[in-house]
């Protein structure tokens, strides 16, 4: 599980601790290193750490923070503010912040800023990975967190949770992947580039045109041939040859 480095500046005691407890409680991928309570502060402790995620108030004391942001270099760190002064937002959306959260805070709103800020960690990651190695788009498609697929298609790259997919379908040249919330991503890998790549404790290819996530899978059938039927209703065939190795695998889960 990728752990992502959170600093919080902010002059209100009683407002970092609520963030530390709800970053807590609701966000074990998010580690609170430091924190912060004036510019000279925060200039310190963001440069020591250099974390992936800056929680800001607008002011501090009589200072903006954005006094801060002028005095570090912000690789690769995602701007949440959280400040009670809303006219500091526009300002904010020129420092890229990624959302902007008015107090008291309210945790569906933390809650969509965070995942949009690991989303953008996510991406920028994948994006790394191909300059490091200087691969062309077409030659990859999984970025190095495994939590995640990033699939390319003719024009678009779609970047979604692996444990959301339950069930991928090929003809042949394209593999197409059926997600839980009924989206439908298609990439230009087959199905057996996606075999060696996905989980083998969760996925299995039942057919020549199919992998299944048994976690999504709610029964199997072996009336009129197998089958496995999936949450969604869909009704996949098991291939004769799969049989046996499917029901071993299925053995190991018991």
Known sequence: MNIYKAVIVDDEMNNILLLKHFISKYF??????????????AVVVINDHNPDIL?????????????????????KAQLIFVSSHEQYAIKAIK?????????????????????????KLVWNSYFDFKHEY????????????????AVVSIDKIEL??????IFVESDSKYATFYLIDGTQHVSNKNLIHYEGVLDSASFFRI??????NIKYTSR????DGSYCQLVNGKLLPIAKRKKEEFNRFLKIRE
Request: aromatic share 8%.
């Open 28 to 41: 074990p991928k998010i580690e609170i290193v430091a924190q912060a309570m004036s510019i000279s502060e």
């Open 55 to 75: 929680f800001l108030d607008s002011r501090l004391r009589e200072n903006e923070v954005f006094e801060v942001l002028d005095q570090i270099e912000i690789n």
């Open 95 to 119: 420092y890229n912040a990624i959302d902007y959260i008015l107090k008291p805070i309210i945790l569906e709103d933390l809650v969509v800023a965070i995942n949009k800020a690991v989303q």
């Open 134 to 149: 200087k691969v062309d788009k077409t030659q990859v498609d999984v970025s190095r967190n495994k939590d995640y697929l």
């Open 160 to 165: 979604f949770k692996v444990s959301d997919v």
């Open 207 to 212: 057919h020549k045109s199919y992998i299944i």
């Open 220 to 223: 199997i059938i072996k009336k």
